[in-house]
């Protein structure tokens, strides 16, 4: 937040107790050699470990945080189970500004909560894009690793309203080349170096603050809508070369989505 970050991606478990807190791993093992899981221990039990300057916060504490400071989070959540409890926690405090990435599950079942949510759909592979999934979805951002960008993927998705961020450049050289591509939004461990390549490429700050965009509808993201032509064009690799569909992409489409109506049901 010092560094001028326009919102802040933290990632999100549940304690045993079904309290919220922000952590990445599993288990405890790199920060104090614990093996436990994160979700074998209660809040109290958590709160104990570290010390006033190391320790693990509840989300509510960031949310406050972030609320105080007007700079939203991005919340990373790893399940369904830790999703939903983070979404009703952020409703309940009124952290309206606050978006969601992390498990598709997690996704789903967020939208359906909080409609107006705020969802960056995370990709971590070069796949086709899943038009049932985004039509389910329903997210403002797409998320993929910053390798997999191309400027036929940033075509495609905005055609289709939805606007495109990338993880997690953190090289000058990276930073500069994913800018070129034209993506909307980054997420990197270097906001300082980001921030000084928008200043030098125009006042961004002013200018390009962001607010949230809308959630798509599911029309414009329909199998009716989405070519595929239009799929197999923004799935291009950087080599060159266009990937299969991963079997679990397959299986996923056809098990949990049926084809979407052609009607609109509903950071640096």
């Given at each position: 937040?010092?560094?001028?970050?326009?919102?802040?991606?933290?990632?999100?478990?549940?304690?045993?107790?079904?309290?919220?807190?922000?952590?990445?791993?599993?288990?405890?093992?790199?920060?104090?050699?614990?093996?436990?899981?994160?979700?074998?221990?209660?809040?109290?039990?958590?709160?104990?470990?570290?010390?006033?300057?190391?320790?693990?916060?509840?989300?509510?504490?960031?949310?406050?945080?972030?609320?105080?400071?007007?700079?939203?989070?991005?919340?990373?959540?790893?399940?369904?189970?830790?999703?939903?409890?983070?979404?009703?926690?952020?409703?309940?405090?009124?952290?309206?500004?606050?978006?969601?990435?992390?498990?598709?599950?997690?996704?789903?079942?967020?939208r359906a909560l909080l409609p107006e949510a705020t969802i960056f759909?995370?990709?971590?592979?070069?796949?086709?894009?899943?038009?049932?999934?985004?039509?389910?979805?329903?997210?403002?951002?797409?998320?993929?690793?910053?390798?997999?960008?191309?400027?036929?993927?940033?075509?495609?998705?905005?055609?289709?309203?939805?606007?495109?961020?990338?993880?997690t450049p953190n090289d000058d050289g990276d930073l500069a080349l994913?800018?070129?591509?034209?993506?909307?939004?980054?997420?990197?461990?270097?906001?300082?170096?980001?921030?000084?390549?928008?200043?030098?490429?125009?006042?961004?700050?002013?200018?390009?603050?962001?607010?949230?965009?809308?959630?798509?509808?599911?029309?414009?993201?329909?199998?009716?809508?989405?070519?595929?032509?239009?799929?197999?064009?923004?799935?291009?690799?950087?080599?060159?070369?266009?990937?299969?569909?991963?079997?679990?992409?397959?299986?996923?489409?056809?098990?949990?989505?049926?084809?979407?109506?052609?009607?609109?049901?509903?950071?640096?």
């Open positions: 937040m010092a560094q001028g970050a326009d919102a802040v991606e933290i990632d999100v478990r549940l304690a045993a107790d079904g309290t919220p807190v922000v952590i990445h791993d599993e288990t405890f093992e790199r920060l104090w050699s614990d093996p436990h899981p994160i979700g074998s221990l209660t809040w109290p039990e958590i709160a104990r470990l570290g010390g006033p300057a190391e320790r693990v916060p509840r989300l509510a504490e960031a949310l406050e945080l972030s609320i105080a400071t007007g700079v939203p989070l991005v919340i990373d959540q790893k399940s369904p189970a830790a999703g939903l409890a983070a979404a009703r926690l952020v409703d309940r405090m009124s952290a309206s500004r606050t978006a969601f990435c992390g498990s598709a599950d997690g996704l789903l079942e967020i759909c995370n990709v971590e592979r070069v796949e086709p894009l899943d038009p049932y999934l985004l039509a389910a979805m329903r997210p403002q951002y797409y998320n993929p690793y910053w390798l997999t960008v191309s400027p036929a993927m940033i075509r495609t998705l905005h055609s289709l309203g939805i606007a495109v961020c990338c993880w994913v800018l070129d591509l034209g993506v909307d939004a980054v997420m990197t461990d270097r906001v300082g170096a980001l921030g000084t390549l928008l200043d030098a490429r125009g006042p961004y700050r002013e200018s390009a603050k962001p607010a949230w965009p809308q959630a798509v509808s599911a029309a414009t993201v329909s199998a009716a809508t989405v070519s595929a032509a239009t799929v197999s064009a923004a799935t291009v690799a950087p080599d060159g070369t266009t990937p299969a569909p991963t079997a679990a992409a397959a299986a996923r489409r056809s098990a949990r989505h049926a084809p979407a109506p052609a009607r609109a049901d509903d950071h640096r």
